[in-house]
Structure formats: structure tokens, C-alpha cells
């Protein structure tokens, strides 16, 4: 099937770990961005990639990282220097500007 | 910050219409207009998006005012399953940019 694919699901870590959460699209979309979300709150953009090998910082992208080496994985590393990381995370993939974006189904992270 | 503001909740009975408001006083007139729900838990799930003109999809209908500052999304029949949270989005694009900036939304009840 088509989609966007964001694994795992859940997933726990120890404070001061680095941590990389992992988002597979087969839609062969140029854009793809993660996003951020607070109990009770709006999506927050964290980064946002346009091309493969190029990405831009969202509105919260201090203690994350992120590469696009390849048009179908844009893998985000939440990062020991990331003050509050427990949250869930949304990875979603477009084609551009007019189309639907398609999100995956989401990666609760908790760190301990 | 948002360039959307929503209603933070509203209800509505089933098989009545649901009318969700929405501003976006400061939209420009090449940014589009995106809704999206979001049940507990899930990724957002795509409903209509437009630019100008009103759309209609077999979701729902997108009415948009003609100064653009403000949009109505329409679920004609509304049933259970529609209880969520939807976004109403503004989706800001130019050279190197193209990001989906989501506000706090309204979480719809539906109720028998």
C-alpha cells in the first residue's frame, strides 16, 4: 500500500540519550516535514525538508536534527540538548503547494 | 504563531450540519486554506483544502469569504465519527518554503 510510515509507535528512552525516530513515505513526494504535539495542543513544526539533501528549520528545531539523504526517509534525532522531549511526533509527506499532505500515524516518545 | 484562530469547541447533534468557523485575517492571496481532523491519538486525516473559490468534496464543503479573511467548513450530515479536533490551516509558501502552520483547532462533539 501507499503511505507514510512512522516506526515505532511508542517508544522509550533514558534522559541524555540521543534518540532517532524513523518516517518511510512510497508516495514520491518531494516535501516532507515532523511535527511536534503537546497534550492538548496544536501541531508545532519542527523541521521541514523541499529536496532531497536539503531541509529547513521549523518553529521549535532547537534540539533536533534531521537529514533527507534519500526522497523516502527524512529521519528526525531528538537530541540529549532537547530540554522536554516527551511528545508525540508527526511525520507527513507532500507532493507541494495545492496537493494533500499525508501524515503517518505518529511516534509517542517518553523519555525517563 | 498561528495564523489561524478557531473556536475551541463546539457541538453538534447527529445528522444536523456542523459549521466550523475560521480567520485568517493576515492570509495572503497565494496561501491555501487546509482543514484536517485529528482523533485522539491518530495522525491528522485530510479533509478539503482551497485557494479562492468554494470546494466540495464527499467529506465536506469549504466556504471560503471573498476578502479571504475567513472560512466555514461544512459537515453536511454530521455523525459520531466525527468527533475530533479539526485544524483549520493556512499553508504559507514561497522560494524554499513550503510549511502547513497549525493552530490550536476545535474539538467537535457530536452527540446522539
Known amino acids: 500500500d501507499g503511505g507514510i510510515t512512522q516506526s515505532p509507535k511508542y517508544l522509550f528512552r533514558k534522559e541524555g540519550q540521543n534518540v532517532t525516530l524513523s518516517c518511510e513515505q512510497n508516495l514520491n513526494h518531494d516535501a516532507m516535514y515532523w511535527y511536534r504535539q503537546d497534550p492538548g495542543q496544536g501541531l508545532r513544526l519542527i523541521y521541514y525538508s523541499q529536496i532531497v539533501n536539503d531541509f529547513q528549520k521549523g518553529d521549535i528545531a532547537e534540539g533536533y536534527s534531521v537529514s533527507r539523504e534519500k526522497k523516502e526517509s527524512f529521519p528526525l534525532t531528538v537530541t540529549s540538548a532537547q530540554k522536554n522531549p516527551t511528545a508525540f511526533y508527526l511525520c507527513?509527506?507532500?507532493?507541494?503547494?495545492?496537493?494533500?499532505?499525508?501524515f503517518g500515524q505518529g511516534t509517542r516518545l517518553t523519555v525517563v | 504563531d498561528a495564523k489561524t484562530t478557531q473556536p475551541p469547541s463546539m457541538d453538534c447533534a447527529e445528522g444536523r450540519a456542523a459549521n466550523l468557523p475560521c480567520n485568517h485575517s493576515?492570509?495572503?492571496?497565494?496561501?491555501?486554506v487546509y482543514w484536517y481532523r485529528q482523533i485522539h491519538s491518530q495522525g491528522p486525516q485530510y479533509i478539503i483544502h482551497?485557494?479562492?473559490n468554494n470546494e466540495t468534496n464527499e467529506m465536506a464543503s469549504l466556504i471560503i469569504t471573498e476578502d479571504r479573511k475567513s472560512s466555514t467548513l461544512i459537515l453536511p450530515h454530521a455523525t459520531l465519527r466525527d468527533t475530533a479536533v479539526y485544524y483549520c490551516?493556512?499553508?504559507?509558501?514561497?522560494?524554499?518554503?513550503?510549511?502547513?502552520?497549525f493552530g490550536t483547532g476545535t474539538r467537535l462533539q457530536v452527540f446522539p
Open positions: 482551497g485557494l479562492k
Open positions: 493576515t492570509i495572503s492571496g497565494n496561501e491555501y
Open positions: 507527513a509527506s507532500s507532493e507541494g503547494v495545492g496537493t494533500e499532505a499525508f
Open positions: 490551516i493556512v499553508r504559507v509558501a514561497g522560494y524554499n518554503t513550503d510549511k502547513l502552520i
